[in-house]
């Protein structure tokens, strides 16, 4: 369905979006969706084409075998661990990742994930030979 290069701009794409939640949080401006959520949906998808090295298929680091060896296992990782920074919020709210939890943020993690891992499941299939039984 995609190419790498189709893979690469998105890609671009969702670290640009990251990027400006973060210049926008960090230069202390009220953007709504932008300051709120938009990092939280951007940055998981960033990380799970990064993971599953989809815009570079050719190289292959040590974190995409371990995280991103396949769809399930990098949206599966991804998710929780996203999900682990927000609830670690409750009980250490001055901590590493610090702010206030937002359980909404937790849908949004989801919701950045799914869209790449539903296109990069789709590649796969249509990607996958035709075996003898499928004719």
Do not use: C
């Amino acid at each position: 369905m995609l190419s790498p290069g189709a893979w690469r701009l998105v890609s671009f794409a969702f670290l640009g979006a990251f990027l400006l939640a973060a210049a926008l949080n960090m230069a202390h401006v009220e953007a709504g969706f932008a300051t709120n959520h938009l990092a939280d949906i951007a940055g998981p998808a960033w990380l799970y084409i990064a993971t599953r090295g989809l815009a570079e298929p050719t190289r292959s680091t040590r974190l995409q075998r371990l995280v991103g060896a396949t769809p399930e296992r990098a949206a599966i990782i991804l998710f929780l661990g996203s999900s682990v920074t927000e609830v670690a919020q409750i009980f250490w709210p001055t901590g590493v990742f610090r702010g206030t939890f937002d359980p909404w943020d937790i849908g949004a993690f989801a919701l950045g994930i799914l869209p790449p891992y539903v296109l990069d499941k789709r590649t796969m299939t249509a990607a996958m030979p035709a075996t003898e039984g499928d004719s």
